[in-house]
């Protein structure tokens, strides 16, 4: 089993809808982040959680929001989702005693129409 | 100039070819740097770190030049299955939240 799961993998919507996606860790990373990645523009950070009384911003924030409901889970929701929220979106954990290295899930490609 | 900027590519190259990236950042203060793999549609996952001067991992080497801000990844002998989307990862300087810059990538695809 993969250490961080995401759900749901894939999911069409339309637009307006209230969307939240699932991540969860079994590396008892106390570090988790959420990204979403468009196609020529890289990884951008929407949130980031450095444990469960922590949640950030990151670059590009608006119109989400995040539930960091245990160490082990990150969630994020889109409360109305709009089409240029289209992306493949990945969650990531990581800890500082191991060097700092990012452990990503799978990924969750959102269609939104 | 955006924190991190590589060549998008794509490198087309033969089996057994020596192919190198580079990768420029802007702020001179940042710490530390990785280069990641992702394979198309998948996650990216790390190849390598660049701590100091640069480090080698068989057919692979990671250097920094300080002086000219860049990172570069050197890959030998390539193979085919080193086709995928090589990011360039900087780590802020101390002092800042944690949180990884990426560049865009850039892709590499090896044919027969």
């Known amino acids: 089993d993969a250490d961080v799961t995401q759900t749901p993998r894939n999911r069409i919507t339309k637009t307006g809808k209230r969307i939240m996606l699932e991540c969860s860790q079994t590396?008892?990373?106390?570090?988790m982040y959420w990204y979403r990645q468009d196609p020529g523009l890289g990884l951008q950070l929407i949130y980031y959680?450095?444990?469960?009384?922590?949640?950030n911003k990151g670059e590009i924030s608006d119109g989400y929001s995040v539930s960091r409901q245990a160490q082990a889970k990150f969630s994020l929701s889109l409360e109305s989702a709009i089409p240029n929220q289209t992306a493949l979106y990945f969650c990531?954990?990581?800890?500082?005693?191991?060097?700092?290295?990012?452990?990503f899930g799978e990924g969750s490609r959102l269609t939104v129409l | 100039r955006k924190e991190v900027e590589q060549d998008p590519g794509p490198f087309n190259v033969p089996e057994g070819a020596t192919v190198a990236f580079n990768c420029t950042y802007s702020?001179?203060?940042?710490?530390?740097f990785f280069w990641y793999r992702q394979d198309c549609r998948k996650e990216p996952k790390l190849l390598m770190s660049?701590?100091?001067s640069g480090n080698e991992d068989g057919r692979f080497t990671a250097q920094l030049n300080r002086a000219s801000q860049y990172i570069s990844l050197l890959i030998r002998d390539s193979k085919l299955s080193d086709s995928a989307t090589y990011l360039c990862?900087?780590?802020?300087?101390?002092?800042?939240?944690?949180?990884?810059?990426f560049g865009s990538g850039t892709r590499l695809l090896v044919r027969p």
């Open positions: 990531a954990t990581s800890d500082l005693q191991e060097g700092g290295e990012l452990f």
């Open positions: 590396k008892g990373h106390d570090r």
């Open positions: 959680s450095f444990d469960v009384k922590d949640i």
């Open positions: 702020n001179s203060a940042s710490q530390s």
């Open positions: 660049v701590y100091s």
């Open positions: 990862v900087v780590n802020p300087p101390p002092g800042s939240s944690y949180k990884l810059i």
